[in-house]
């Protein structure tokens, strides 16, 4: 079920020309281990000026979108929450167009969910998203990803970009915490 619902969104976004990744919970199983997670989480690569393009995308995917204003909800949070009403599951469409996540979406890959081609974000991408995240359930799924991915990930390409985000003054320990994940 999630599966279809993830082709539909994503078939909307590429007919409206959005780019886009999934991200989150749904980005780890392909990377980590198993777990349950009933959300999809969209980075897109627009600006809320873009909403009624991504309230098109919730009509035809059969999301309900949640803010009961959504104009001013998605512009002071840059989120755009949805739901599927028959399987209750929650998309949360996120407005972004950093210089960070214009390349993390250019580095999507596309893997075929029900014979169409998704974008998920790149498994290094993924493990910088975690690591901003910090909390322990992200700090656990890096975990699981370095593991499985040890041998393909490229460290060199995450090590800069969280030494990129540690400038952020409540980041500044993101690099010496991924390090010190390599290291267990």
């Not at 390409?157 to 952020?168: A, D, H, K, P």
Request: charge should be negative; glycine fraction near 4%; proline fraction near 4%.
């Amino acid at each position: 079920m999630i599966e279809e619902l993830i082709k539909s969104i994503a078939q909307c976004l590429d007919q409206d020309k959005v780019p886009y990744m999934i991200i989150g919970g749904q980005a780890v199983l392909l990377y980590g281990s198993v777990r349950l997670t009933r959300d999809i989480d969209i980075t897109l690569g627009v600006d809320t000026d873009k909403l009624a393009i991504i309230e098109g995308v919730c009509r035809k995917a059969e999301l309900k979108i949640l803010p009961e204003n959504p104009q001013d909800f998605a512009r002071d949070t840059k989120v755009l929450p949805a739901e599927q009403s028959k399987s209750r599951i929650r998309v949360d469409f996120i407005f972004s167009f950093t210089p960070y996540e214009t390349q993390a979406i250019d580095r999507a890959k596309k893997i075929q969910i029900n014979d169409y081609p998704a974008k998920f974000a790149s498994c290094e991408d993924v493990i910088i998203h975690k690591m901003l995240a910090a909390r322990a359930v992200d700090i656990e799924d890096v975990k699981n990803m370095l593991i499985k991915n040890k041998n393909s990930v490229d460290l060199k390409y995450i090590e800069r970009w969280l030494l990129e985000f540690s400038r952020i003054p409540e980041h500044e320990e993101i690099l010496e915490r991924f390090n010190g994940l390599l290291k267990q």
